[in-house]
T-cell receptor, first 118, second 113 residues
Framework: DTGVSQNPRHKITKRGQNVTFRCDPI?????LYWYRQTLGQGPEFLTY????????KSRLLSDRFSAERPKGSFSTLEIQRTEQGDSAMYLC????????????????FGSGTQLSVL | DAKTTQPPSMDCAEGRAANLPCNHS???????VYWYRQIHSQGPQYIIH???NNETNEMASLIITEDRKSSTLILPHATLRDTAVYYC??????????????FGQGTRLTINP
């Protein structure tokens, strides 16, 4: 078990370009989350998956953002036509939840992908 | 979810107990108190959580007041590696709901040698 893995660790792009980030959760974890964190602030929830189903999306997730989790394994977060305001740390987290254990859910976070839009 | 109030920063000497306070005066009966921390350049790390009883694990202790309006996270013997931002979060835990944790700005704890 190597924990939650995110790639790349850093991404620099020009405004208007598309970027894609990948998250590999802890093996057999059925929930996967995406959060975004800007400098000096706490992380903000973006979206989450239960297995392959995307069950909730934050209002922060504009239509330029799309996330997928094919086959309930790894996930990708794509940002189209990037803007300077998209510059942030994008964090992925996973958890294993079985029924009533949801009340004690613990999230395991990756180290994030730092996006800089020039 | 209820809002929390934490001091922006605290210092503690290495080897001493670090006591981090959190106010959550509007907490509801079905809301849990969670603590996560974030070491520089890493993602947040789960520490502990509780509903109304005090809790202890290998990392820390959580003391929740009887009226549940405040709590204290205790790191019994702080080390330099405990320097981090500590987040106190309260959330409703439904059987099916997601952990949409609402992070505030947390407390920046600095452990001094």
């Amino acid at each position: 078990d190597t924990g939650v893995s995110q790639n790349p660790r850093h991404k620099i792009t020009k405004r208007g370009q598309n970027v894609t980030f990948r998250c590999d959760p802890i093996s057999e974890h059925n929930r996967l989350y995406w959060y975004r964190q800007t400098l000096g602030q706490g992380p903000e929830f973006l979206t989450y998956f239960q297995n392959e189903a995307q069950l909730e999306k934050s209002r922060l997730l504009s239509d330029r953002f799309s996330a997928e989790r094919p086959k309930g394994s790894f996930s990708t977060l794509e940002i189209q036509r990037t803007e300077q305001g998209d510059s942030a740390m994008y964090l992925c987290a996973s958890s294993l939840v079985r029924g009533a254990e949801a009340t004690n859910e613990k999230l395991f976070f990756g180290s994030g992908t730092q996006l800089s839009v020039l | 979810d209820a809002k929390t109030t934490q001091p922006p920063s605290m210092d503690c000497a290495e080897g001493r107990a670090a006591n981090l306070p959190c106010n959550h005066s509007t907490i509801s009966g079905n809301e849990y108190v969670y603590w996560y921390r974030q070491i520089h350049s890493q993602g947040p790390q789960y520490i502990i959580h509780g509903l109304k009883n005090n809790e202890t694990n290998e990392m820390a202790s959580l003391i929740i007041t009887e009226d549940r309006k405040s709590s204290t996270l205790i790191l019994p013997h702080a080390t330099l590696r405990d320097t981090a931002v500590y987040y106190c979060i309260v959330r409703v835990a439904w059987s099916q709901g997601a952990q949409k944790l609402v992070f505030g700005q947390g407390t920046r704890l600095t452990i001094n040698p």
